[in-house]
């Protein structure tokens, strides 16, 4: 509900604070003490179009905040998760609307659009009025209205989920029908074209695989010849090294004789023959290790080169050739299966169609029954509003044919307002003050069905009195058992039905400026204001003595 309302320099407010209650509260003051405006502030809290013209006169800025507080599973909880908003504790909107004309919206003081906070308005307070074109005239609105009074919400949310599961079977029929004939356009070319993959066979990671291999193998072809060379050199017909082992064994047969000019020599040449015989073996065991086939060296590039020509070929990288060959064949599978494959699914698609046509027409069945019996509480309510010879109809058209995510009908709320009169929308046939009963009418027989916390009623007891008045009052009081109802009348059989009531009047602040002030009355000054209601500017005895009864009657 409704908690408190802040308002700053809007209009004719210059500083009001008020705090509400549960139940039913009246707004009542003399014509032009600022009503309108207090209506107009909470609007604009919950989302209105803004207007530079709503500043108080000399000021920068206008500010209105309402807090409310509601349950911790109240939809506007959700709403406010979807939308990163921060919904711990009361829900507070504020909006700030500057004299240049622009505004700015905050939920919880977190920045926000305007689109969210009315969304959050929306959810939060309705205002019903003789003007009001957000109240229950959406024909939008009337369908999940019908829902919500004959308890077919379940029954909604299957017809919309079987519509999501038939349109997807019918996406999918047409998607594969699509995959036929683009296949079967450029048969020839895939048959071809799988048959040269399926021959490559390329896998993942080969590329870099064979690059790797043949980088290796060109190195070793290069180091090869190195390593040959030199082990011929050391192991050849031309190797030093018999004749140094010759040289090495004559100079030690005469290392005996002169041991002081041929030991180190012959020391040194033994170490340098063994060095090279070391160096040849070496030489040999790397040559093993470097063996190649020229023919692996050639095949791995032709491999390589056939791979990276296909890639050129169908303009995919060499890793998703696999993924082509794969793909292509799945598209030649589709064709030449393809007709099995489709009938499956267009028989899954009939089957999924009778299953939604079959629970919206259900769903459709049990919504006429609805709309019967909410015409019919509604028309209860008529005569005592003054309304004994007008009808609440439902227009109601089925077309099977007309498949969406609601079903399969067409609502929306009309009304006769006397016999032999066309019926017609309520908003197009109905006057203001027709059109603020039919609201009210429909408001009592939906009770809290389908409705905000908070139900604001801007005089929709304008030009009515005595016991059209008292009805009134009576319906708003049976609201307020449910919802929190605050009620902008002129009647005093409503005002007297009230838990709370506020006096709205203007007083001077300074010689040229006036301000609009709003106070919580209490019984006596009730009795007061409701005997002003009753007999005008002068208040007489007789006039207080039946405002004191109608306060006597309404609580009892």
């Known amino acids: 509900m409704l908690a408190t309302l802040s308002i700053r320099d809007i209009v004719l407010i210059d500083r009001l604070d008020l705090d509400f ?7 009542t003051g003399e014509t032009g003490a600022g009503k309108s405006i207090l209506l107009d502030s909470l609007s604009l809290a919950l989302g209105a179009r803004g207007d530079a013209g709503l500043v108080r006169h000399g000021e920068a800025q206008g500010q209105v905040t309402a807090v409310f507080d509601v349950v911790a599973a ?34 919880n003081d977190q920045p926000v659009s305007a689109g969210l906070m009315r969304q959050a308005g929306a959810l939060l307070v309705e205002i019903h009025g003789q003007h009001d074109d957000r109240a229950l005239v959406d024909p939008d609105s009337h369908r999940e209205l019908i829902d919500v009074f004959g308890g077919l919400s379940a029954d909604a949310t299957a017809v919309a989920k079987a ?18 004939e683009a296949a079967r356009n450029e048969a020839d070319y895939l048959r ?27 190195k070793v072809e290069k180091i090869a010849g190195d390593l040959n060379e030199a082990f011929e050199t050391l192991n050849g017909t031309a190797s030093p090294i018999p004749e140094l082992a010759s040289l090495l064994r004559r100079l030690e047969r005469k290392a005996d004789d002169v041991p002081h000019l041929l030991g180190q020599p012959v020391r040194s040449l033994s170490e340098a023959l063994d060095l090279l015989e070391e160096t040849r073996g070496g030489l040999e065991s790397a040559l093993r290790q470097t063996e190649y086939d020229p023919h692996e060296l050639e095949s791995v590039e032709e491999r390589l080169f056939a791979l990276r020509a296909a890639s050129r070929k169908y303009s995919v990288p060499v890793d998703e050739l696999a993924v082509l060959c794969e793909r292509m064949a799945g598209d030649l599978s589709d064709l ?3 007709e099995d494959k489709l009938a499956a699914l267009v028989n899954s698609a009939a089957k999924a169609k009778q299953d939604y046509d079959r629970k919206a027409a259900g769903l459709s069945q049990k919504r006429q029954k609805s709309a019967q019996a909410l015409a019919k509480a509604v028309e209860a309510e008529l005569p005592d509003l003054k309304l004994e010879r007008a009808r609440f109809i439902v227009d109601f058209k089925s077309d099977p044919e007309s498949r969406g995510r609601t079903g399969i009908d067409q609502l929306e709320f009309h009304v006769q307002t006397n016999p032999g009169t066309r019926p017609g929308p309520m908003m197009k046939v109905a006057s203001g003050g027709e059109l603020s009963r039919f609201l009210l009418a429909l408001k009592v027989s939906l009770a809290d069905k389908g409705s905000a916390p908070t139900l604001v009623f801007d005089e929709i007891d304008t030009g009515v009195g005595g016991a059209v008045a008292e009805a009134i009052g009576l319906r708003l009081a049976r609201l307020a058992s449910s919802v929190q109802v605050l009620t902008v009348t002129h009647a005093p059989q409503v005002a007297a039905r009230a838990a709370g009531h506020f006096l709205i009047a203007k007083e001077a602040t300074k010689p040229d400026r006036v301000a609009t002030r709003v106070q919580r009355i209490d019984e006596g ?8 209601m009753l007999a005008g500017s002068v208040i007489t005895e007789e006039a207080r003595a039946a405002a004191g009864r109608l306060l006597t009657e309404t609580a009892g």
Request: charged share 35%; aromatic share 4%.
């Open 336 to 338: 030449d299966a393809g």
């Open 192 to 218: 071809a074209s799988v048959a040269e993959l399926s021959k490559l066979k390329p896998e993942r990671g080969e590329e870099e695989d064979l690059a790797n291999r043949r980088t290796d193998m060109m």
């Open 21 to 27: 209650s549960s139940g039913m509260s009246v707004l």
């Open 163 to 180: 519509y999501t599961a038939f349109r997807a079977a019918e996406k999918a029929v047409s998607d594969h029908e699509q995959r036929i």
């Open 74 to 107: 109240h939809p506007v909880r959700a709403l406010l998760k979807e939308n990163d908003v921060q919904d711990e504790g009361d829900i507070i909107l504020r909006r700030i609307q500057t004299s240049d004309g622009r505004t700015r919206a905050f939920i």
């Open 525 to 532: 000054h009730r009795k007061e204001e409701i005997a002003r």
